[in-house]
């Protein structure tokens, strides 16, 4: 999957309503509609109510907010434009590592399928 796929699909599990599915990415118009505030800035708990976000994973969500910090360069607890470019490339790389980390899992549960049943004939034979 590339970089621009993702990043499209990360912005539809935060906004389905309006994540653009082909063409550039409009951010100003991504945090104009997350910003429930009307500040121009994103607040953790504007992330926290984006549609989707409850439906993630608790890890994933704590990375998010790990990702939130990270992208508030200047420690203002909001996330200006730039900041929230950042914040989402971040997310994206969560995202990116957890699907990794699934398919390994998958991967070795399937081995040790395949191994099990040598191992009890292994056993057996003793
Ligand atoms: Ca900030």
Same mark, same amino acid.
């Given at each position: 999957m590339c970089l621009r796929t993702s990043s499209i699909l990360m912005l539809s599990i935060l906004l389905p309503c309006c /994540?653009?599915?082909?063409?550039?990415?409009?951010w100003a118009a991504l945090l104009d509609n997350m910003d429930? /505030?009307?500040?121009?800035t994103i607040h953790w708990h504007e992330v926290k109510h984006s549609m989707g976000f409850k439906g993630l994973p608790k890890d994933v969500r704590k990375g998010f907010k790990e990702a939130f910090n990270a992208a508030d360069i200047n420690n203002d607890h909001v996330l200006a434009l730039e900041e929230f470019k950042a914040f989402y490339a971040r997310t994206e790389m969560i995202v990116q590592d957890r699907d990794r980390q699934l398919v390994e899992q998958a991967r070795q549960r399937l081995q040790e399928r395949k191994a099990a049943p040598l191992e009890g004939s292994v056993k057996s034979e003793l």
């Open positions: /994540s653009p599915v082909w063409g550039e990415v409009d429930l /505030s009307r500040d121009g």
